[in-house]
C-alpha cells in the first residue's frame, strides 16, 4: 500500500470515530484478522486488552461508549511508512461510573495491508486508566 493510502485509512477511521459512527460501521475498516492490543488491567477495564475479528473490535467501542465520555481527542502527528501508521496525541476522558477524568498521553501502532486496518496497538498510560475506573 502507498503511504497515500495507509493515511487516507487512518484518517477514515479518526473521522468515523469522531462523528460518533456505529461500532459495527467503524469494525468494517479492520481486518478479520486484525492484532488488536491494548494493554493494561483486563480486570478492572473491561475495554482493553486483546480483541479478534471485527466483531471483537465493534465491542470494544461499544464498551468505551458504555464506560467513558470522551472531553478531549487531539492528535498531533501522524507518521506513515511501509504500511503503518504511528498516531500521537493526548486525550481526556471521563470514566462514567466513577467520574474521575483520565489524561494521558498516547500512541498508536496501525498497520495497514489492502485497505484494511491489521494491527491496531494503542499505548497509554494504563495505570492512570485502571485507578480512574477502580
Known sequence: MTDTAVR????????RIREG????????????DVDWFIAGDTATVPWIGRKSG?????????????????????????????????????????????????????AF???VRDGLIVRYHMLEDSWAVAEATR
Not at 487516507?8 to 473521522?15: G, I, S, W
Not at 470522551?70 to 471521563?94: C, K, S, Y
Open 54 to 106: 471485527r466483531h471483537g473490535v465493534a465491542e470494544f467501542f461499544r464498551q468505551l461508549r458504555e464506560h467513558v465520555a470522551p472531553e478531549r481527542f487531539a492528535i498531533d502527528a501522524i507518521l506513515v511508512g511501509q504500511g503503518r501508521a504511528v498516531v500521537l496525541g493526548d486525550l481526556a476522558t471521563r470514566v462514567k461510573r466513577t467520574g474521575r477524568l483520565i489524561e494521558t498521553a498516547f
Open 8 to 15: 487516507e485509512t487512518v484518517d477514515t477511521l479518526f473521522r
Open 109 to 111: 501502532d496501525i498497520g
Open 21 to 32: 459512527a456505529d461500532a459495527t460501521e467503524i469494525a468494517r475498516l479492520f481486518s478479520e
